[in-house]
């Protein structure tokens, strides 16, 4: 072979392939469709959903309590009487200074509750650390214990309540038989406010069960440990039960503080809804009652409305404030 065959092949060789056919252009892509008119997104109709599902409740907010605040909040600025009302301005809230009936009936409501709530949270307590033993027929213990809660603020027990405390009720038979003279304890000024308490008290189911739930949540590691440091009973319960129970405590004295400020049936129905003898149980919601329905003075009642409830935030706010000092909730430093 030549070296002019050899340059041919060669040439041959490095000569290129026909060139690449183009690439087919990729498709147009295709606007999404527009969404059919009458069917909105999921988002939205998720959203109609849970709004139709909570109409209920915000009905019920408007209509029953927000509205009403509102209404009550203007009529504790007029002289309200009976399809009448003249603005008056912060009348009745300067006529509470001059008020003596509203002071004692400030200070009644006090009593009650600062005597009451703390007797009350302490059998309460008492019974479920018995009950937390363990003790046979424990579901029919806590229902019974837990019945004066349910019955408690009824008209039906407030009746009973004035029967057993009466002139010739059972209290004073039963004193009877150990030769003591009775006195008609709800029909006395130093004895009447004194049964209402003993009610109260006595409706000690609701705090109990919460106080045996909290009681069964603490770890027995804890009390095991204070065995073998050597802590008797009562230092085991002040040492260890008392502290990691103090959630469940302040929980309590929240709810029971706000239900005492709102008591009423009791001494409506004890007193007759005088709030007698001598004023002694006229408790704050009562004289609002008075005034509202009784003297039909529904500015004035409107007043005394919006500072039981000025009362009922003042004292749950010093509860939320001074939690901090005595509440232990375990992830405390």
Request: no cysteine.
């Amino acid at each position: 072979m030549t070296d002019n065959d050899v340059a041919v092949v060669r040439a041959k060789r490095r000569s290129p392939g026909p060139p690449p056919e183009p690439a087919p252009p990729a498709p147009a892509q295709r606007p999404d469709p527009a969404p059919r008119k009458g069917r909105g997104t999921i988002k939205s109709r998720e959203r109609w959903a849970a709004l139709s599902f909570m109409s209920p409740w915000i009905i019920g907010l408007l209509a029953i309590t927000i509205g009403p605040m509102v209404a009550s909040f203007y009529l504790s600025f007029t002289d309200y009487s009976l399809g009448y009302g003249e603005w008056v301005g912060g009348e009745n809230y300067a006529r509470m200074l001059d008020d003596p009936r509203l002071a004692n009936a400030v200070k009644v409501t006090a009593v009650y509750t600062f005597v009451s709530v703390p007797l009350q949270l302490a059998a309460a307590l008492l019974l479920a650390i018995v009950l937390d033993r363990g003790l046979r027929g424990m579901a029919f213990y806590r229902s019974v214990f837990y019945l004066p809660s349910l019955l408690g603020g009824s008209v039906a027990i407030a009746i009973m309540w004035r029967q057993i405390f009466g002139t010739e009720g059972l209290v004073n038979q039963l004193l009877a038989l150990l030769g003591i003279e009775g006195v008609g304890w709800v029909s006395h000024p130093d004895y009447a406010l004194g049964t209402l308490i003993i009610l109260h008290v006595w409706t000690f189911g609701s705090p109990m069960i919460i106080f045996l739930a909290g009681l069964r949540q603490i770890p027995t590691m804890y009390y095991e440990a204070a065995k073998v440091d050597g802590a008797g009973p009562m230092r085991r319960f002040w040492s260890v039960t008392i502290p990691l129970l103090t959630p469940i405590i302040f929980f309590n004295l929240v709810l029971q503080i706000i239900n005492s400020f709102q008591s009423f049936t009791q001494a409506f129905i004890i007193s007759s809804g005088q709030g007698g003898p001598a004023d002694s149980t006229m408790f704050l919601t009562l004289y609002l009652y008075d005034q509202g329905f009784t003297q039909f003075d529904m500015g004035y009642a409107s007043a005394i409305a919006w500072l039981l409830l000025a009362i009922i935030a003042i004292f749950t706010a010093l509860n939320f404030l001074m939690s901090k000092f005595w509440v232990f909730y375990g992830d405390n430093d």
